[in-house]
């Protein structure tokens, strides 16, 4: 590990850390700003809870910069590490991390960011991070899944939730880009924006579906496949969380875009798809539960998956929230408020054992080299 003595420098240590830093890093940044957006929208009002999303935001917007300085000093050090991880079949998904860390801090800086350096700054803020977002998640979305039909060898059994991480990511713009219809000038622009983001939608969601069948299968067929991949099924949870998420923002925000049937048509359908979508997302919820608590009473060891826990729950409490504006129903409403508090308490414990893993160097482990295959194709 990197803390221990080798007797070389110091900072010949510190080069070896860097070059041990992965895409995967950024599921942090979307653990963390998903309480702050998850909050900042809950349906309840509590008392404390703006000044904690605040905080909690920043913290998030910090965490960002901090990657993008390192994830771009591994790419500039260690060139050929940071290629070897777009060709490992585990590491490669967890590049569409990156882009949903940039969508995630960007839609806090629309709904808590203007509080704090005024909306002028906050919005603009929110584009920057929007478009980075939305271009790498479309990249991601296509390139990922080319290199699994073209180079990565996969195993019949290798099918698990981190194959999402590259899909997803057009959805959770799809989130964002319907946060920033309101500050964007009546006219073609904005229909261009809500229309997107319905593609977006649909983008994510017919992937998304498509590899979950192959979770499920896999499930069924090979069992969980050790402990390391149990904390990665929450992952199944964000597509399904956020596309409730996206139905309900578009809903609101499509009136005054589009005709009032169209937006009529665009409310409705955010709750007759949300609910059908919220209520499979429970199943799902109980299934890792009970998984999760099974693989822990014989030993999960801690690992950076854990914050799996933590963005797809998130996005279910988002979702919910739109549900419960949608219906005005008060059992929606308690359910978010059920739900964020169990994703503060994950998130609490996911941050406190990734700061202990941090400081004493257990979490930046080399990424095991039997793990990067041998390209499908002869190289031309």
């Avoid at 070896?16 to 940044?29: C, K, M, T």
């Avoid at 963390?32 to 935001?57: E, M």
């Avoid at 060139?79 to 860390?101: D, E, I, K, L, S």
């Avoid at 806090?108 to 906050?122: C, H, K, M, S, Y």
């Amino acid at each position: 590990m990197a803390t221990e003595s080798t007797g070389a420098p110091a900072s010949r240590t510190g080069v070896e850390v860097l070059g041990r830093i992965g895409p995967n890093w950024f599921a942090s940044v979307m653990g963390t700003g998903i309480v702050a957006t998850a909050g900042a929208i809950l349906p309840v009002r509590l008392p404390g809870l703006s000044v904690f999303t605040d905080i909690v935001w920043v913290i998030a917007a910090l965490m960002l910069l901090v990657l993008i300085v390192v994830v771009g000093g591994h790419w500039l050090r260690h060139p050929r590490v940071a290629r070897t991880h777009a060709r490992n079949p585990q590491m490669a998904h967890f590049y569409g991390a990156a882009p949903m860390a940039f969508s995630t801090v960007g839609a806090g800086a629309v709904l808590i960011g203007p509080n704090l350096i005024g909306e002028r700054v906050a919005i603009d803020l929110a584009w920057v991070l929007w478009t980075a977002g939305l271009v790498g998640g479309l990249f991601t979305a296509a390139s990922i899944p080319y290199l699994m039909f073209t180079q990565l060898v996969v195993e019949p059994d290798s099918a698990f939730g981190g194959w999402l991480m590259p899909v997803v990511p057009p959805m959770v713009s799809a989130a964002g880009g319907a946060l920033l219809i309101p500050h964007m000038a009546p006219g073609t622009g904005r229909a261009t924006m809500l229309y997107g983001c319905y593609a977006m939608f649909g983008l994510s969601l017919v992937a998304s579906l498509i590899i979950i069948s192959m979770i499920w299968s896999r499930l069924v067929l090979y069992g969980t496949s050790g402990s390391a991949r149990i904390p990665t099924l929450w992952i199944v949870l964000g597509p399904l969380g956020q596309s409730i998420t996206v139905a309900g923002m578009l809903g609101t925000h499509a009136a005054g875009v589009v005709t009032p049937q169209l937006a009529t048509g665009m409310a409705v359908f955010a709750v007759l798809f949300g609910v059908p979508v919220w209520g499979f997302a429970l199943l799902w919820i109980a299934l890792a539960l009970l998984l999760t608590i099974r693989t822990v009473r014989r030993g999960m060891p801690f690992a950076l998956t854990w914050w799996s826990l933590t963005f797809p729950v998130g996005t279910f409490v988002t979702g919910t929230t739109q549900l419960a504006l949608h219906t005005g129903l008060p059992a929606f409403r308690v359910a978010a408020v059920a739900c964020y508090t169990a994703l503060l308490a994950t998130w609490l414990l996911v941050a406190v054992r990734t700061t202990g893993g941090s400081l004493r160097g257990q979490l930046f482990g080399p990424v095991p080299t039997a793990a990067v295959p041998v390209g499908k194709d002869p190289v031309r």
